[in-house]
């Protein structure tokens, strides 16, 4: 197979998917499965709706349409507010959209009447974090716009804490929002089905609070893909941390001085790494670089030490690994990390059904010698 190549494991996908939505079921939640950091890959998005998302989510128009291939006919969310000069397309790849700008409704309005559709729009709110929403006490009004929309129809209030400002969703934020949802249904006389309480950063708070209070879904990415809880980047008891795996061939394989020699300078991406240690190292050069994948969140194989990425050259010192030239490493990624290399054209992407189940079984290495 082509290296690099990050390969997805769709089983592991749908069993934290399954496990999210069984753990949130007792509350009330229901999950939508973001796929933005996968680009909207129909195979993952599968995925996660067997594991019972019941929607799909995404950032990006390209993405969804993808995503809305033939014979697909889960509900799609534009989950960022659409772009003014994309209504049309908006309209006709996604059901419902997340919204806070009075000309973008208009403009949604428009081409959903032109399409001979209703869209969807789920209303942004402030709660914090100061990325997109709209002022709590703007609430009323807006949705008051919403529904003097003809084709438009309002699914909701959401709100997205965390990914700006590290704001952390608890009873007094996401108690706003549901006050909010009572307040406008009372107002306006309507009742609203969606109440989406955020991103997978909302997982902790939804889990132990005993106060969801209207909060009914969370769009989750993250916390599928990678089974962490982006707060603190820490495992959730139960899930699948390994589910990608970026896959890279090597090119050089040598024993080198430890120490570089020669006047010294900048190197490719600022600072050189510091090296340590006298004496030699055995190297390898894996054909990976930084027009694959970002350093920050590349996980090596056990015993296997990175020693610096330039754009095309990932350096690493081997322990007492056996490689060869030709041989492939397997790596984990972060999520930084995994947005980058699915992002990447020189980074085959690779989706299979958990036929391998351990990341050494992918790898020609894994020999210790002296073993
Ligand atoms: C990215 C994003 C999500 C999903 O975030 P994760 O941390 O990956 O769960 C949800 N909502 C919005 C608005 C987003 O931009």
């Not at 390209?62 to 960022?80: C, E, K, M, Q």
């Not at 559709?117 to 709660?127: D, K, S």
């Not at 549901?178 to 306006?188: K, N």
């Amino acid at each position: 197979m082509t290296a690099p190549r990050i390969e997805s494991d769709l089983d592991k996908l749908e069993q934290n998917t399954r496990s999210l939505v069984d753990r949130l079921m007792p509350t009330g939640i229901r999950v939508t499965g973001v796929t933005k950091a996968v680009l909207g890959s129909p195979e993952i998005g599968a995925a996660m709706l067997r594991g019972g998302a019941s929607g799909l989510g995404d950032s990006r128009v390209p993405n969804l349409t993808r995503l809305a291939g033939p014979g697909r006919s889960a509900s799609r969310t534009l989950i960022r507010s659409p772009m003014l000069s994309q209504a049309r397309r908006v309209v006709a790849v996604a059901d419902v959209s997340l919204n806070t700008e009075a000309v973008v409704l208009a403009a949604l309005d428009g081409a959903a009447l032109r399409a001979g559709r209703t869209h969807g729009i789920v209303l942004m709110i402030e709660l914090g974090d100061l990325r997109e929403g709209i002022a709590p006490d703007d609430a009323a009004d807006a949705a008051r716009v919403v529904l003097d929309h003809p084709s438009l129809r309002l699914v909701g209030l959401g709100a997205n804490l965390a990914c700006q400002n590290g704001v952390v969703p608890d009873d007094r934020n996401m108690g706003v929002l549901s006050g909010l949802v009572d307040d406008i249904e009372a107002l306006h006389g309507i009742s609203l089905g969606t109440v989406s309480g955020g991103n997978s950063a909302n997982l902790g708070w939804a889990l132990s609070t005993g106060a969801v209070g209207r909060i009914d879904e969370l769009r989750l990415g993250e916390a599928i893909l990678l089974g962490v809880d982006p707060l603190h980047r820490t495992p959730i008891a139960g899930l699948h941390t390994d589910a990608f795996t970026l896959i890279a061939e090597v090119i050089e394989v040598a024993t080198k001085p430890a120490q570089p020699w020669g006047d010294r300078a900048q190197a490719a991406y600022g600072e050189a790494p510091v090296r340590t240690g006298i004496g030699t190292v055995r190297q390898a050069i894996l054909a990976l670089g930084r027009q694959d994948v970002e350093l920050d969140g590349l996980c090596p194989p056990d015993g296997i030490t990175i020693l610096g990425m330039s754009s095309d050259h990932l350096v690493v010192e081997l322990g007492d690994h056996l490689v060869a030239v030709g041989d492939e490493l397997a790596f984990g990624v972060a999520y930084g990390a995994l947005v980058q290399a699915m992002t990447s054209p020189f980074v085959a992407k690779v989706e299979h059904l958990g036929r391998h189940t351990q990341r050494p079984d992918r790898v020609h290495l894994a020999e210790v010698s002296g073993g």
